[in-house]
């Protein structure tokens, strides 16, 4: 098979068997320690970042990256600099592959008032539409709970962030997101012609930190075709901009809706050398090893990792 009719394949399988309650169904039931890891992580970059209180020593953390940051700075440094004095309203952050699930953008949400979700499948963008739409702060207060599925996870953040409550990350988001488009990592364009609606409020198309969560390894079919996907998202990032890659290690496939679906294998080695062939440099890396049963997440990785990369 050549690798064109393997894409196409790929493709065809998520297209026809890909199905978000489902997905939601077996991934999602809980809140479990690797989403809560991915969750702490886009809180420490984006809440901290935002100058929100952190109660763990990983405030320090940020602050020498800050450090690093000044330390390497150039002409470039200094437009970026300004452009971190942006306000909440002008920052422009771009999720890729949210796929059905809401939750990378309640962080996101601290951080910038514009916020755009993206997905290769049009039953996902619908879902997350009808989800975004579904309850409004307009809704009264009874009722909300009952329909909100995503309430656990929302609830974790809103005691990292210390916040009052839940519902107001709720709100938080749903005031946030301002458009969910349509997108193909292996495109050059990944955005395509959506790249109008995605664009900047101030003329810009580029964003100023793009968000992906366990989707690049698993749109791709080989470790090339993964350095190909990381250098058309960072094309949409602006210099200096942040790319915060989260996904799972030593992964071959997750089985959903009865289909296997396929996965490129991947280590830290692969991922730092796939940003640095973008133009990015490494800036932060985590790990977690894997803590949930095969019975559970009927998926083969060894572990989940954070990694944030700066474009230069
Ligand atoms: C394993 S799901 C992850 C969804 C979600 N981000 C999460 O954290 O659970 C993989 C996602 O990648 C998306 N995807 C598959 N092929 C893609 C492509 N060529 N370009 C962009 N996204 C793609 C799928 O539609 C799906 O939403």
Request: hydrophobic share 35%.
């Amino acid at each position: 098979m050549t690798m064109e009719s393997k894409r196409l394949g790929l493709e065809k399988l998520y297209k026809d068997n890909f199905q978000p309650e489902e997905y939601l169904t077996t991934y999602y039931r809980n809140l479990d320690p690797e989403v809560e890891f991915f969750l702490r992580n886009l809180h420490h970059f984006f809440f901290v970042s935002n100058g929100g209180e952190e109660s763990s020593a990983t405030t320090s953390d940020f602050e020498g990256l800050e450090k690093q940051v000044e330390r390497e700075v150039d002409e470039d440094e200094k437009v970026a600099k300004k452009n971190e004095k942006k306000t909440k309203e002008k920052r422009r952050v771009l999720e890729i592959g949210s796929g059905p699930v809401p939750v990378s953008m309640i962080s996101a949400s601290s951080w910038s008032e514009w916020i755009v979700c993206s997905d290769f499948l049009e039953q996902n963008r619908q879902n997350i539409k009808h989800w975004l739409t579904m309850m409004t702060a307009a809704t009264p207060a009874p009722g909300r709970h009952e329909v909100e599925t995503w309430l656990p996870f929302f609830q974790y953040v809103a005691e990292l962030e210390r916040a009052e409550s839940e519902t107001i990350l709720l709100d938080r988001v749903r005031h946030s997101v301002r458009a969910v488009v349509p997108c193909n990592v292996l495109l050059t364009d990944p955005l395509m012609d959506n790249k109008d609606t995605a664009c900047n409020a101030d003329g810009h198309s580029s964003y100023d930190v793009i968000i992906t969560t366990l989707c690049l390894e698993f749109a791709t079919l080989t470790v090339e075709e993964y350095s190909t996907a990381v250098a058309n998202v960072t094309r949409l990032l602006r210099p200096a901009g942040f790319l915060v890659v989260q996904g799972a290690l030593g992964n071959s496939h997750y089985w959903h809706n009865n289909h296997e679906f396929p996965s490129v294998v991947l280590n830290r080695a692969i991922v730092e050398s796939a940003l640095a062939d973008a133009g990015c440099q490494t800036v932060e890396w985590k790990e977690l090893a894997r803590c949930c049963p095969q019975q559970e997440k009927p998926a083969d990785h060894s572990a989940v990792f954070y990694c944030l990369a700066r474009k230069i």
